[in-house]
């Protein structure tokens, strides 16, 4: 097998010497259509990974920004297919761009951990971020993603030490998710002082790309966490924008917004060149 | 499948019972969760943990409660003898007590100061709160609006006890949202906080570790009642809303293939309206607040929320050892409506003279079913474990009657 997409876009990244930019919206919110003219925004504006978030009625690890967000695409109806659609939609236009599924082991559970991973696979979804499996409890989805190449991708958090590292590294692959703060998305902000030394732990046992995220919402936020990262993932600031155009009714606003805060990211990440 | 040898190895390592259980949490709390289950294991080898527990349930909780003959019940069925385990009559009114503080007690050897819980109808919160005031220990217990508002007394007893009562607004603000919001708080202070579940559910080690709390529960009963009756029992019953007091009750009875498990579930409005709460009869295998258990959800997997008159069984889940006990067949898991529960909360209290909780009210409408067919040679034992001030505004509000 030829590289991932997920490889090719850190590789393209490094040939720039810079961070990746991941951004995060929840599919379906506040409709399907404007999920789908924002992933094409936010690819358009500089997004070099895109994290779809499946809707699950009980987000325990979410803050009220993306608790919301999930509340309304599953008031409009937003089911695991139509996620799983939404993303086939844009890999037709896109052969590039890596799509990253996030969200909850129920709904998936639900659907059935083959039926899922095949539809994933032939969606050309690359991957997943399941909340709520953590390494003790994937083994049966990461057997299946592994026959298919798609990549299982876990999560770093400031409690993982070096040996709790090397567990979650184990069948992990494209890139550990590094959760900057202890708690919730969307809430605090991270001190990239605080985390550089553990994030660069977590590269080295793993082997793989560190994306940091969690608590970053402006350019200046992405640009310190992107001397420190391989990556840097941002996501309630993104769906903020999908709420302001639920709240006013404006849909067809919630795109563009989602476009213009990618480019600013974006513009702040690529300010900060590696060396 | 033969219990009687294969019991003792669940949950297993990876924290299962057959296919349900384990650990579902977020990588935060990963750490927190070994950690806790390593603390556990030394615990339970030590002497002085035992001794200090012991020591608070028989002069702080009042332990051993009462097995007491339940007569002119037992005289109003026409059946089976039956037996009331009086846990209402611990130290704060409910069986929720022996957990919390076994629990409090883990969460020092931790270093922990700060003890978070959620809480349906307030008695695990109110349990919580007591064991913190107890010891001196910060105490937030997060609570459903819904719940707020039809436990305003148990609400103003934490309050009195000095903790600090978190509204959840998220959801339908029942149990499940309150579950929520405690593991948000508990990954948000995962160094300074110990989360204190009260019920043998949620990510393994917890549902062990409730189970080996309130299985004193069936330990008493089974000593009392060969005491008093020179057999065991051919039934044990207990309501169950995420299981804690009917596992409690059922562990030590489990190696006697004679004895039938029965819990009881809430029905609410009846299974067939989808008003319900009853996770075993009407739900399926999922994965919610940490482990792989029976839920009420869509066919799309979003959880569905649950229906009941008792706050404290309002829960779309079941604790895991009861979803594999069902499943290989050891316990019988039975349902009441709403309503039996009115008629058996009212009967009780008219028959014996004690008012039990709406949670144990389910378990006394579906008692006489049981007794009959057992018939008058048979023994049985039912749960009572909670009383039932706390109800006394619901049920008038539900029975029209202004207060």
Redesign the interface.
């Known amino acids: 097998m030829g590289r991932t997409r997920i490889e090719g876009a850190f590789a393209r990244a490094r040939g720039e010497n810079r961070a990746v930019l991941v951004a995060y919206l929840m599919a379906g919110d506040p409709d399907l259509e404007t999920s789908y003219a924002a992933l094409c925004a936010l690819r358009d504006n500089g997004a070099d990974i895109i994290e779809l978030g499946a809707p699950f009625t009980d987000p325990m690890a979410d803050g009220a920004a993306i608790q919301k967000a999930g509340l309304r695409a599953l008031a409009n109806g937003t089911k695991l297919t139509d996620v799983i659609a939404l993303a086939a939609r844009f890999r037709e236009e896109d052969q590039t761009t890596p799509l990253i599924l996030m969200g909850y082991a129920n709904p998936v559970h639900s659907m059935g951990y083959e039926t899922f991973a095949d539809a994933a696979s032939k969606a050309g979804i690359d991957g997943s971020i399941i909340v709520d499996l953590p390494p003790e409890e994937d083994a049966p989805l990461r057997e299946l993603y592994t026959q298919r190449g798609l990549s299982v991708i876990r999560l770093a958090t400031p409690t993982t030490d070096e040996h709790r590292a090397a567990k979650v590294s184990e069948g992990a692959s494209g890139f550990i998710y590094f959760v900057a703060v202890t708690g919730v998305t969307g809430a605090g902000s991270a001190d990239p002082a605080a985390i550089a030394g553990q994030v660069a732990m977590v590269k080295r046992v793993s082997g793989l790309p560190v994306c940091v995220g969690f608590g970053v919402k402006s350019g200046a936020q992405a640009a310190e966490m992107a001397k420190i990262a391989d990556g840097v993932v941002v996501g309630s600031a993104f769906v903020e924008k999908a709420g302001d155009a639920h709240a006013t009714g404006r849909f067809k606003a919630a795109a563009p917004a989602m476009g213009a805060l990618a480019r600013e990211l974006r513009a702040a990440i690529d300010s900060v060149r590696k060396a | 499948m033969d219990l009687r040898n294969t019991w003792d190895k669940w949950p297993d390592a990876?924290g299962r019972f057959g296919e349900f259980g384990?650990?579902?949490?977020?990588?935060?709390?990963?750490?927190?969760v070994l950690e806790l289950e390593a603390e556990y294991r030394k615990a339970r080898q030590d002497p002085a943990f035992a001794a200090e527990m012991q020591d608070l349930w028989t002069h702080y909780v009042g332990r051993p409660s009462p097995l007491y003959f339940a007569e002119r019940l037992t005289g109003h069925f026409g059946g089976a003898k039956i037996y009331f385990k009086r846990d209402e009559l611990n130290h704060t009114g409910a069986h929720k007590i022996n957990n919390c503080l076994g629990q409090v007690l883990l969460a020092r050897r931790m270093g922990k100061k700060r003890i978070i819980a959620e809480t349906g109808a307030g008695q695990h919160g109110v349990a919580t709160a007591t064991i913190c005031a107890r010891f001196g220990l910060e105490c937030v217990v997060f609570m459903g609006e819904t719940d707020v508002e039809r436990q305003k007394p148990n609400v103003f007893r934490m309050r009195l006890l000095g903790a600090k009562i978190v509204p959840v607004s998220?959801?339908t603000g029942t149990l499940?949202d309150a579950m929520?919001e405690a593991?948000?708080d508990w990954?948000?202070?995962?160094?300074t906080t110990f989360y204190c579940i009260g019920t043998a559910a949620g990510p393994h080690p917890y549902p062990e570790i409730v189970r080996d709390f309130q299985s004193v529960i069936g330990r008493e009963a089974r000593a009392q009642i060969l005491e008093r009756e020179g057999r065991l029992p051919d039934a044990v019953m207990a309501c169950i809303g995420g299981g804690s007091n009917a596992i409690g009750l059922f562990h030590p009875f489990i190696d006697d293939e004679g004895v039938r498990l029965i819990g009881v579930e809430a029905a609410g409005h009846g299974i067939g309206t989808g008003m319900h709460a009853a996770a075993l009869n009407g739900g399926r295998p999922?994965?919610?607040?940490?482990n792989?258990t029976y839920?009420l959800?869509t066919?799309?997997?979003?959880?569905i929320d649950a229906h009941s008159i008792s706050a404290g069984l309002d829960y779309p889940g079941i604790g895991p050892e009861h979803a594999f006990l069902r499943d290989v067949g050891r316990a019988e898991y039975l349902s009441c409506t709403d309503d039996e529960a009115l008629a058996a909360f009212q009967l009780c209290t008219r028959l014996e003279g004690i008012i039990p909780a709406l949670e144990p009210a389910h378990a006394i409408a579906r008692v006489g079913e049981v007794a009959k067919d057992l018939g008058r040679t048979g023994l049985m034992i039912l749960n009572l474990c909670g009383r039932g001030d706390k109800d006394v505004f619901s049920v008038a509000k539900a029975l029209g009657v202004d207060v």
Do not use: C, F, W
């Open positions: 990876n384990g650990r579902y949490v977020a990588e935060t709390l990963m750490p927190l998220s959801g499940k929520n593991l948000r990954v948000t202070n995962v160094e999922g994965i919610l607040h940490g792989r839920l959800q066919e799309d997997g979003q959880i």
